[in-house]
């Protein structure tokens, strides 16, 4: 299993856009990236999924540069809600291992 | 789409007892579940995968004859957590799969209190 590697605070204000990076020096081939997202006393939840490239859904960006090694999540214009817990995850089979994750603070 | 359910949202008990959490997938069929455990401020720990009809796969550390895990049908699954503890008291999170490498859905969690 790939282990993640994620900074573990990060703040931001609001309205502006938040990178958020993870490493993942020891990817696999059929290894997908998928972040989530997590408040207090709550389950993750979804954020985006990806396997190369750039992937773009309603609330966030996924880029994964060619050798796979390291991922961005991109958040544009948080807000106050956006304040949680994000975690990347990389998984090609059933098992999924959470790593610390990032707490990301948006201050008004 | 792609909705787990947990219940209880939240239970507290005594030490001693025994507490079961249920697992429910409300619009898809789930060939796998997970069972996953987590403390405050900490990441969320893997604690078994089930496969429906088989048996659980349990993580290292984590005590098969503590934590019985029931996965009977593609829609549910049980946590029993067998002579709870204060130590017990945790977080609770399952998820679910309809195939494998597909996203998992997260339920909702349940907050274990032991007294």
């Known amino acids: 299993l790939a282990k993640t590697t994620q900074p573990i605070s990060m703040d931001s204000y609001e309205g502006q856009e938040v990178n958020i990076t993870c490493s993942h020096n020891n990817i696999a081939t059929n290894d997908y990236i998928t972040w989530y997202q997590q408040f207090p006393s709550q389950g993750p939840r979804f954020i985006i999924q990806g396997y190369k490239t750039k992937v773009t859904n309603e609330v966030a960006s996924l880029f994964i540069p060619a050798d796979r090694k390291s991922s961005t999540l991109s958040l544009p214009r948080v807000s106050l809600s956006d304040t949680a817990v994000y975690y990347c995850l990389v998984a090609g089979g059933f098992k999924t291992i959470f790593g610390a994750g990032t707490r990301l603070f948006v201050k008004a | 789409g792609a909705v787990v359910s947990q219940h209880p949202s939240r239970v507290i008990c005594k030490s001693g007892t025994s507490v079961k959490i249920e697992c429910r997938s409300l619009?898809?069929?789930?060939?796998?579940m997970f069972w996953y455990r987590q403390f405050p401020k900490q990441s969320l720990m893997l604690m078994a995968t089930?496969?429906?009809?088989?048996?659980?796969?349990?993580e290292q550390g984590v005590e098969k004859d503590k934590f019985l895990i029931n996965h009977a049908s593609l829609t549910l699954s049980t946590l029993t957590v067998t002579s709870a503890h204060p130590e017990d008291s945790s977080f609770y999170i399952c998820s679910a799969s309809e195939d494998r490498g597909n996203e998992q859905f997260f339920g909702p969690g349940t907050r274990l209190t032991v007294l």
């Open positions: 089930s496969n429906e009809g088989s048996k659980a796969t349990y």
């Open positions: 619009d898809f069929q789930a060939t796998t």
